[in-house]
């Protein structure tokens, strides 16, 4: 086996794990948003033991993560050079997360932009950190 032969098997090999990490990254996401929309749904939660904001606030943010991976996912699986694209994707992710906007004037709206700045930086942490761990 050549040099190139090795370099080019064990570049694949890596481009595989990143794509394994996404793809556990996007399951972990979509199981935590399912787990906080069956709490929400429990029989045992009453009016004087929710608050629903909390819930509604947990499920927007593994909703915008279940997005991140997924655009993750979708731009590994286009070809090119992965590790250069997990990088465009975690940088995407810190420019946007690092957005300071004045207020839009309505509260939901807010806190949606509050969440999806919060859900971005810890998508480009978390992100950051897998590639480590493969690497």
């Known amino acids: 086996m050549t040099v190139t032969d090795r370099a080019e098997r064990d570049r694949k090999a890596f481009e595989g794990r990143l794509k394994t990490v996404a ?3 996007l399951k972990d996401a979509r199981r935590y948003a399912q787990d906080w929309w069956e709490r929400m749904h429990s029989e045992r939660l009453t ?4 608050r629903m904001d909390g819930f509604f606030e947990h ?3 593994y909703q915008i ?8 996912i979708e731009a590994l699986s286009k070809g090119g050079d992965a590790v250069a694209t997990w990088h465009g994707q975690i940088a ?3 420019q946007a997360g690092a957005v300071t906007g004045g207020t839009m004037g309505n509260p939901v709206a807010d806190a949606r932009q509050h969440l999806w700045r919060d859900a971005n930086e810890k998508f480009a942490l ?3 950190d897998s590639f480590r761990r493969v690497s």
């Open 59 to 61: 499920i927007t943010h």
């Open 23 to 25: 793809a556990a990254g």
């Open 65 to 72: 993560l279940i997005d991140l991976w997924t655009e993750m």
């Open 92 to 94: 995407k992710a810190e």
């Open 47 to 50: 009016a004087e033991n929710i």
């Open 126 to 128: 978390y992100a950051a």
